[in-house]
């Protein structure tokens, strides 16, 4: 699809499984080296040998400086630098307000958006020397657009993300760096399948499409911030989301049939 993507290198972060993983094997596909980060080892390396010889796995918590800079320096040795970030890893745990507590405040703030600019910051001088880096970051609709009870801590992390990425595009154009982010709706992942088939349902009924996403839907986006084809856009967002988002009320998709 892209012609350009060919040979280049790229971190993704969260890939054991779900959308990341959907992301992995989509660039994979697209004859990118490709450095597939969780904090489970077995588990990355099973992923990276899906992708292919091109592909590593690396045991990583993104929620650290020193998980960071494993991945980087893994990514460096592989392949000798970085060209994309898809900075993926997420979380998405319920708790509402007056049972949250600051540990699970705290643990969603640093899992989805403090690895951000921590896995950001330890990309930053391989995606310098790229010449066209490129920072893709999975958000949601949830939080930028929409809320869900018992997301409060995860609705500001998501938001929070395209607050870092707008000022982080800003900065980082001089290099020639492009940050954008995906919005996903709801995509059925394995981290979707524990929120268990009643939400799943409701969900599903309440997208005009009448079906939740499939990871590859959330790649296909990824992959076109990350070409090169993709150059002149920066800081911004691509929902995908069948529409989710798009009904102003219950009786417009009542009045769907
Ligand atoms: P998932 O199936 O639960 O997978 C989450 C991935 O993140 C796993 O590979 C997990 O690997 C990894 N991870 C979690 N914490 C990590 C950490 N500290 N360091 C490194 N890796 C970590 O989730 P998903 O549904 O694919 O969601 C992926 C991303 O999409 C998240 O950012 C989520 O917020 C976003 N999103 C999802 C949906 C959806 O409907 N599914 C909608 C909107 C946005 P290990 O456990 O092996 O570390």
Sequence with gaps: MFASLG?????????????GKGIALRFAEAGLNVVVVSRRLDEAQAVAALCGPKAIGVAADVATTAGCAAMVAAAVEAFGGIDI???????????????????????VIDTNLKSLFLSVSACLQELKKSGAGRIVITSSITGPITGYPGWSHYGASKAGQLGFMRTAAIELAPKKITVNAVMPGNIMTEGMEGMGPDYIAAAAASIPQKALGVVADIANAALFFASGEAGYITGQTLVVDGGQVLPESPAAMEAMG
């Design 7 to 19: 040979g280049k290198t790229v971190i993704v972060t969260g890939a054991s499984r779900g959308i």
């Design 85 to 107: 970030l898809c900075a993926n890893a997420g979380i998405f745990p319920s708790a509402t307000l007056g049972t949250m507590t600051e540990a699970d405040f705290d643990t």
